[in-house]
C-alpha cells in the first residue's frame, strides 16, 4: 500500500449512470491529482488541488466534475459518460512543492 | 507542448544484464525528473527521482540526467525477472506545484 486509496477499484458504468471515484491519502501531502491512464497513451493529467483549492484543469469536459472537501480527499463525480472515457483512473498526492507522486491502485472504469 | 519521448519497447535482456531505459524531454526549463515503474494492471511506483546533471545511484538503479541534451536515463543492473514491467518517465516542468508529464513508457522483459 501507498498510503493513497482508492474505490472502486473496479466500476461498469452505463452512458446515462451518475457515478463517482473516491481517493483518501494518509501521508500528510498537500496536493492530490486525477490522471487518466489510457491503453498506448500517456498518462493524461486531469486536475490538481493545491490545499484543496483547485489549481489545474486540463481541459476536462464538464462530465468529469472533481471535489476536494479537504487535503486528504479527492472525489471525481461522473455523469453522462462516453465509450471512450473507459481507462483507469488514477489519484495521486505529493508534498507541497514537491514532485514525487505517490498513486493510488486506481479505479478500472468502463463505459458501457 | 511540452512531451516527454520514450520508446514504447519492448526492451528485452537477458537475466544478470544491464538494462538501459530512454528518456528525452523537449522544455529546457524542466526541473525534475522522475522513474516510476508500473507492473501490469497496478499503479505506477515511483523509483527514482533526479534534480541535477550527473548520475544517482540507489542500489541496482542508477539514473543519469544530462540537461544540455535534454536526455534522462535509467539503469538497472543485474536486472531480474521481477523487474519486468513499465518504466514511466516523467517531468515535472513546473519546478514548484508538481505538474508531471508522462512519456509513454517502455516495456521491459528481463528473460531467464
Redesign the interface.
Known amino acids: 500500500e ?1 498510503g493513497v486509496t482508492q474505490t472502486p477499484r473496479h466500476l461498469v458504468m452505463g452512458m446515462t449512470n451518475k457515478k463517482s471515484l473516491k481517493c483518501e491519502q494518509h501521508l500528510g501531502h498537500n ?1 492530490m ?1 486525477w490522471y487518466k491512464q489510457s491503453a ?4 493524461e ?1 486531469m486536475f ?1 488541488y ?1 490545499f484543496k483549492e483547485q ?2 484543469n486540463n481541459s476536462v469536459p464538464s462530465r468529469f466534475s472533481p471535489e476536494c472537501p479537504n487535503s486528504s480527499h479527492l472525489f471525481l463525480h461522473l455523469h453522462t459518460l462516453q465509450p471512450e472515457d473507459s481507462a483507469l483512473y ?1 489519484c495521486a498526492s ?1 508534498p507541497q ?10 479505479t478500472r472504469l468502463t463505459v458501457v | 507542448q511540452k512531451e516527454v519521448e520514450q520508446n514504447s519497447g519492448p526492451l528485452s535482456v537477458p537475466e544478470g544484464a544491464i538494462a538501459s531505459l530512454n528518456c528525452t524531454y523537449s522544455d529546457r526549463g524542466s526541473q525534475s525528473f522522475f522513474w516510476y515503474r508500473q507492473y501490469s494492471g497496478k499503479s505506477p511506483e515511483l523509483i527514482m527521482s533526479i534534480y541535477s546533471n550527473g548520475d544517482k545511484e540507489d542500489g541496482r538503479f542508477t539514473a543519469q540526467l544530462n540537461k544540455a541534451s535534454q536526455y534522462v536515463s535509467l539503469l538497472i543492473r543485474d536486472s531480474q525477472p521481477s523487474d519486468s514491467a513499465t518504466y514511466l518517465c516523467a517531468v515535472d516542468y513546473t519546478g514548484t506545484a508538481s505538474k508531471l508529464t508522462f512519456g509513454t513508457g517502455t516495456r521491459l522483459q528481463v528473460t531467464l
Open positions: 501507498t496536493a491529482y498506448k497513451k500517456p498518462l493529467l490538481v493545491n489549481t489545474e488514477l505529493s512543492g514537491g514532485g514525487k507522486a505517490f498513486f493510488g491502485q486506481g
